[in-house]
């Protein structure tokens, strides 16, 4: 899914509001939000999805913290 590049606009979206908030963050990511990550792809979701698939959808986990936790043997998301 990180080649999934399906949320460019989200991404856009991100960058725009972050350029504006928070420029700081910005710099230290290379200037741009990235439609890779898992915040393009949850607000994509968010917006596309049928309604009771998003209130029927208990957690969002990015992959990476999902194996580390699995290691080290946390099964619950909160």
Do not use: N
């Not at 899914?1 to 972050?18: C, L, N, P, R, V």
Request: charged letters at 25%.
């Amino acid at each position: 899914m990180w080649k999934d590049h399906t949320s460019y606009k989200e991404a856009e979206e991100i960058t725009k509001m972050a350029a504006w908030k928070l420029p700081h963050y910005l710099e230290r990511i290379g200037g741009t939000y990235s439609s890779e990550w898992s915040l393009a792809k949850l607000l994509r979701f968010v917006r596309r999805a049928p309604k009771q698939v998003v209130k029927a959808t208990a957690a969002w986990v990015e992959i990476g913290d999902y194996i580390t936790a699995m290691l080290i043997g946390c099964t619950d998301p909160e």
